[in-house]
């Protein structure tokens, strides 16, 4: 399957819906608007916003989630100030959900079982697709994302560390993980999520330093 066709299978799924997961806004026909290529980092997000004007992919808004990666990304000597120019840098981002979800009309972050079904039926093959060097989980979703995966990947981690469900993002944070995709070795990062109101929100930047110096970039 082309990316292309994924990514219009992704526009059109209702399978949260089929299988009675409550909260969840789909189908959402927001999904990248550029086909990977070459990417040497990617971010892994949790799901785009409830309000459909804004979405890291579309310029027309004023994203939170692109400026604050973005003015990392600026903080490191990237001048970026398109997506063009953030993939043209060998980056690229995904969400985890390809769906928002809400509580009492609000936006939420996803529950385990929307997680574990869109991850494992998308995120999986569009990781498989893209083969970065290395990965940046950001926040509690991505790692949720991420860790129902381990099953289906083969991955190496520190002695120190033991992967569960119940695994905290503050427990893993800043550690490198190597996992086997489809023969490829890929270094994964848990970090937080992009907010300046994290305490911790300086450290995104030393983890993805990490990350680059750990896969050459």
């Not at 579309?58 to 973005?70: M, Q, T, V």
């Not at 490191?76 to 995904?94: K, T």
């Not at 869109?118 to 994302?145: M, N, S």
């Amino acid at each position: 399957m082309s990316w292309n066709e994924l990514e219009e299978e992704i526009k059109r799924c209702t399978k949260c819906s089929e299988n009675g997961l409550s909260g969840v806004r789909c189908p959402d026909a927001r999904v990248p608007t550029l086909e990977p290529q070459n990417v040497k980092l990617l971010f892994v997000s949790e799901a785009p916003p409830l309000n459909l004007q804004f979405y890291f992919y579309n310029e027309n808004s004023n994203d939170r989630l692109r400026n604050r990666i973005f003015g990392i990304l600026r903080d490191m000597g990237y001048e970026l100030n398109s997506i063009r120019d953030f993939n043209d840098a060998g980056f690229y981002l995904l969400p985890t959900v390809k769906c928002p979800s809400a509580r009492d009309g609000r936006n939420t972050a996803p529950s385990a079982s929307v997680i574990k079904l869109c991850a494992g039926r998308y995120l999986k093959r569009e990781i498989g697709y893209i083969k970065p060097d290395g990965v940046v989980l950001l926040g509690r979703t991505a790692l949720q994302g991420f860790l129902r995966l381990c099953k289906l990947w083969d991955v190496h981690m520190p002695d120190s560390m033991d992967l569960g469900r119940g695994t905290t993002v503050t427990e893993v944070a800043g550690n490198v993980l190597e996992v086997n995709i489809l023969g490829k070795c890929v270094k994964v990062i848990p970090s937080y999520w992009p907010t300046r109101r994290h305490r911790k929100y300086h450290e995104i930047g030393e983890h993805i330093r990490l990350l680059m110096d750990e896969i050459r970039f």
